[in-house]
């Protein structure tokens, strides 16, 4: 499990696992991801080794980024590669249980209005694709947020 909790000046990152029937003590992975309190994670791997986090640049447009987990320290966080970040607001992403799609919301161009639930589906090379909007079926001209599988 992680999660993030608000600091003083700072979102700091934790990670549990689930042991011995119990939840281990919090550990502190900001420094792992190399944050300056400025990731939330929002998505994480059904394996648990890969998170997925937003973080907001200078003009306040969101995007996703990924940290992978070797089984004792967390990457650095990056942008995840492909096709997902746009240049308008991604702010939520989920992983598909097998790995190969990602759900995120985003109010890119082509959408119903605000944010939408879009997929993107990994290539061959481990890339990203281009999202695909999950249509009128699904989004509104409000905001669809906080996807999750």
Partial sequence: MVWATSKTFYEAVYMSTW???QWSVPILITP????DGDFL???????????LLVK?????????????FNGNVWSPAKAIEGDINSGSNEDHAS????????????????????LDLWTSERDREGMWGKPINMGDEINTDK???SVFV
């Fill in 19 to 21: 042991e011995n029937n």
């Fill in 95 to 114: 992983f598909s249980p097998d790995g190969q799609i990602i759900y995120l919301s985003s109010d890119r161009n082509g959408g119903e209005g605000g």
């Fill in 143 to 145: 905001d669809e947020s």
């Fill in 41 to 51: 994670p929002t998505g994480l791997s059904y394996d648990g080794k890969q998170l």
């Fill in 56 to 68: 907001s640049d200078k003009k306040r447009n969101t995007d996703i980024w990924i940290s992978t």
């Fill in 32 to 35: 792992q991801i190399v944050s």
